[in-house]
């Protein structure tokens, strides 16, 4: 065996370039190169052009005869001025922070207490955990036709839920209320996020072994308490990813508008996303609709650092 | 009162069909260290856990110091639990996990600092204190856990096979300190393992089970010499016992073993004669003696030795071990001559396994 194999080893190593290239693609360095390599391009010619390209315009003077061009008249930080003057841009921020923090804190809370629920192994339990995907796998404008007819202010269901229950007198408009408006894509939003929310925070929750929680019991350690020491803390980790997850994908969220309110009544439910495609794609002003959403990425930046230390830093021993 | 500790009468498992647990019925005194044995399968765990509140039992009736436990939860019991994964919680250093229990009772802090201090000092942990548990060998995990449950003076201690993550060097050190650590606290200690030598040398009493049953119970030396079934004979003792069929001769006084030429073996008593049984005995009590007059001649097999032990077995079928301190001029394919007291011929019913 050993005699036979060393001369093909030998020629091998001493082959023309072209078969030494071949053999570390094999089993070389090559070979993770190429696994590195492969998404690198894909990342830089379908993300980073576009966020490059769009950065650039944020700080140019776009018109329409400019609109193919990369190089433009330099404009400085007009765009962000005239963005940050803009009479409705309080407003915006107004709503996109309640649409961000009411939909984190919902998705959330109800994920959180759902994947606790169903982390109790009564009979059933993963198959009605499953039926939860159901609203993972819609797509957003689906989901925001459904939630409009139950948002309906004289016809919709969560109304006369609402009526029976006696927590309410009159109807709700709450899709032409600029009262409520923003909470009607806030609310179809947590519902929307709630499957994915509760499908982390679950896995979490299994990876955290039993025994803990009996010895956490044995040593005097009530179920508040073991949820306090023991949960909490194993579960930093993926609570960070899936905080950070969340706000990546509130800040996406853009289907549910159009199906929804339009932003509307007068700007009451318009947030960042949706005022950046309005500028870009109704008003045609692509400058400023690049400039907000540049404030946007670097809001999103900002979570995605917070995601990758909090996946950095396992606890788990 | 009287000086029992943990009392369970007929206390009964099941998990939905399985019957894990059948009418156990045990006392244990305050003070004693108890060794559960069995094989895989056997239901220790399950009944340490349940020792522990972790299952619920569907029969029966649990007392610890006294108390009925059937249906108080864990943390009530005041027991304390040493797991095979020894289930340190990961996110807290060494002096946390030393006074999780104690910051739940809402001890103060020096005093819970001091109190882990001292159960460091006794536990060899001191200089690991700022630690966290990934940080730590597996003997000092083992101590850590061991440490948790001391520093909280539980009315009993469980094991459940704390040494089986060791080394075979540090598991015979531990089993010392282990025992030591009990003895100085005067506690009642309920010791899971598979290993009938750890069973054996730490333990008051040992408790054999099989199949949800206990076996037998009994001093560690009253096992070994009394045994009560064919299954505790096998089980306890190193190397094992020998089985060989067997049927009381016509006078009744001995026994005629199924091997070549039907040896006979005096018992020292008299049995029903041409009764079928099983003949146990044991490598280290039979000895090598002249091949000519010795009553049982068998064809050597195979010799091994370790220099202090030589282990002879024998060429036939069922395979006779002999174990004799020092070597032997013995070779295979030689004949040898044993002899075995009478007294050490033990006898088990065919049907039944039972001791006769
Ligand atoms: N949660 C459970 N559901 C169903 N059966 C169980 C459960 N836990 C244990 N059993 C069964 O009960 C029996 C006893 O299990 P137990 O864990 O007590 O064995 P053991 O004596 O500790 O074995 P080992 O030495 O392998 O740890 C086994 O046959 C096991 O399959
Ligand atoms: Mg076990």
């Not at chain 1, 190089?71 to 009479?87: E, K, L, M, T």
């Not at chain 1, 990813?241 to 996406?252: P, R």
Request: glycine share 8%; with cysteine.
């Amino acid at each position: 065996m050993d005699i036979s194999e060393a001369p093909a080893v030998n020629s091998r190593r001493r082959g023309n370039p072209v078969s030494r290239i071949l053999s570390s693609i094999r089993d070389g360095n090559g070979f993770d190169i190429l696994l590195v390599a492969a998404p690198l391009v894909f990342l830089v010619l379908l993300a980073g052009l576009p966020l490059i390209y769009n950065v650039l315009m944020s700080f140019q003077q776009v018109d329409m005869f400019t609109l193919g061009a990369w190089i433009r008249p330099f404009a400085g930080f007009d765009n962000y001025i005239s963005v940050i003057s803009q009479p409705e841009f309080p407003l915006v921020v107004r709503n996109t922070i309640i649409f961000v923090v009411g939909s984190m804190a919902g998705q959330f809370v109800l994920g959180f207490a759902l994947a606790l629920f169903f982390a109790q192994n009564f009979p059933g339990a993963a198959t009605i955990r499953g039926l939860f995907l159901v609203s993972w796998v819609m797509p957003g404008l689906v989901v925001g036709a459904i939630w409009s007819w139950i948002l309906a202010g004289d016809f919709g269901v969560l109304n006369a839920i609402l009526r029976s229950l006696g927590l309410i007198e009159a109807a709700i408009f709450w899709k032409s209320d600029p009262n409520f408006s923003i909470w009607a894509v806030t609310i179809a939003n947590i519902w929307l996020g709630l499957a994915f929310n509760m499908l982390l925070l679950s896995v979490g929750l299994a990876a955290i072994p039993k025994e803990l929680y009996e010895a956490a019991a044995l040593d005097g350690a009530n179920a508040w308490k073991r949820f306090l020491t023991i949960t909490l803390p194993m579960m930093r980790p993926t609570i960070g990813a899936v905080l950070s997850l969340g706000l990546i994908g509130t800040l996406q969220q853009f289907d549910l508008f159009p199906a929804i309110t339009e932003g509307g009544p007068a700007n009451s439910s318009t947030v960042a996303q949706y005022w950046a495609w309005q500028m870009s794609f109704t008003l045609y002003d692509f400058a400023r609709g690049a400039t907000i959403s540049v404030m946007m990425f670097v809001l999103v930046l900002f979570a995605s650092i917070l995601y990758v230390r909090s996946t950095r830093s396992e606890v788990r021993g | 009162m009287s000086n029992v500790q943990i009392e369970l009468t007929g206390v009964d498992k099941h998990y939905g069909q399985f019957h894990a647990l059948k009418d156990i019925n045990l006392s244990i005194e305050k003070g004693t260290f108890v060794a559960l044995v069995g094989p895989s399968g056997c239901g220790k765990s399950t009944l340490l856990r349940s020792l522990a509140g972790l299952e619920t039992i569907t029969g029966g009736t649990m007392k610890i110091a006294g108390e009925v436990m059937n249906d108080v939860p864990p943390r009530k019991r005041d027991v304390a639990m040493v797991f095979q994964s020894y289930a340190l919680y990961p996110h807290m250093r060494v002096a946390e996990n030393l006074t999780y229990s104690l910051r739940l009772k809402g001890t103060p802090k020096e005093q819970a600092l001091a109190a882990a201090e001292e159960v460091a000092r006794t536990t060899g942990l001191s200089h690991l204190l700022g630690r966290f548990p990934r940080e730590l060998s597996g003997g000092q995990r083992q101590r850590v856990a061991m440490g948790r449950a001391i520093i909280r003076h539980p009315k009993a201690f469980l094991f459940d096979e704390p040494l089986s993550n060791l080394d075979a060097a540090l598991r015979v050190h531990m089993r010392k300190e282990i025992r030591a650590l009990h003895d100085r606290l005067g506690a009642t200690s309920v010791y899971v393992t598979h290993d009938q030598v750890e069973a054996m040398t730490m333990a008051d009493r040992v408790v054999v089970m099989r199949d949800g049953v206990i076996e037998q119970e009994g001093a560690p030396l009253e096992l070994y010499d009394k045994p009560a079934s064919r299954f505790v004979a096998g089980f306890i003792g190193s190397p094992a016992m020998n089985f060989v069929p067997a049927m009381i001769s016509e006078d009744g006084q001995a026994v005629l073993l199924d091997l070549p030429d039907a040896p006979r073996l005096p018992i020292g008593r008299a049995l029903e004669p041409g009764r079928r049984v099983s003949a146990g005995l044991r490598p280290e009590h039979l000895t090598v003696t002249n091949a000519e007059t010795a009553a049982l001649r068998l064809p050597v097999g195979v010799v091994e030795s370790t220099g202090s032990m030589t282990y002879i077995s024998s060429g036939t079928d069922p395979e006779i071990t002999v174990v004799i301190h020092g070597r032997s001029p013995l070779s295979a394919g030689e004949v040898m001559g044993l002899t075995i007291a009478p007294e050490n011929v033990h006898l088990f019913d065919v049907e039944s396994e039972r001791v006769i």
